[in-house]
């Protein structure tokens, strides 16, 4: 069964909305594990406009009294700066289960596209390198087409785990009624990333309304990662009824 991690960063948006630690990241992680979530991600950025690195550090704690995953996103090539010590950094201190890697600039909104294997492998080998000697799982970003993925083999040889699927096209296409375009797309993807022996994970404007149709439509997606839908929904019917809504929906499948 594809597993659920959820992303918390939209509880930590709320909070330094205003101040103070109201409302509390760590005790909206444990809201959804105790809800029966298999894990936590969050994507620390270098101007913490959301989760911080004190966060990591908490969340860390928590995911391993729970026996979870804990999926630490972010940019590798990002440097240091005060309040961040770097995606790398972070990874040796908290020893993530996962580490997604992502090509998102400090001025993105939010992560919007996948790496270009072809351009960045050699770059990426040696992080790779070094987050692998931390035990971690290693994922990469990437999108659902050839131009912009580039070959899945290039994943695989810099050392990389698995990939992440960047789902945003699809769920804008879903919301148009018109998501068939696109199965095919996803499904290949998948199908060439298993073939060069990587695992396939999914993430980014995933949903309730959208969610079962993609796991239907592209073949063994092993982890979905989702947390602006997930927190919204939750806004109207609690973290707990919303997590077990998405559980449903993965044990459907």
Known sequence: MTVLSVNV???AVLRNSRGGNEP????AARA??????HGIT???RPDARHIRADDVYALAELTREYGVEFNLEGNPFAPPRPGYPGFVALCEQVRPAQATL???????????????????ADA?????????ALQCRI?????????????????ADVGADRVELYTGPYAEAHARGDAA???ARFAATSRRAQAAGLGVNAGHDLSLENLGDFLRAVPNVQEVSIGHALIGEALYAGLDATVKRYLRILAAV
């Open 124 to 132: 990426l080998r040696p992080l790779v390198t070094q987050l692998r």
């Open 102 to 120: 992502v090509p998102d600039s400090d001025a993105q909104l939010t992560s919007d596209h996948g790496f270009d294997f072809a351009r960045d």
């Open 9 to 11: 960063n939209k509880i």
């Open 24 to 27: 509390d990241v760590v005790r």
């Open 42 to 44: 969050v994507h620390p």
């Open 32 to 37: 959804c594990l105790d809800a029966g979530a």
């Open 181 to 183: 375009t696109l199965f």
């Open 139 to 155: 994922s990469l970003f990437a999108d659902a087409h050839v131009e912009a993925s580039g070959d899945m083999r290039l994943a």
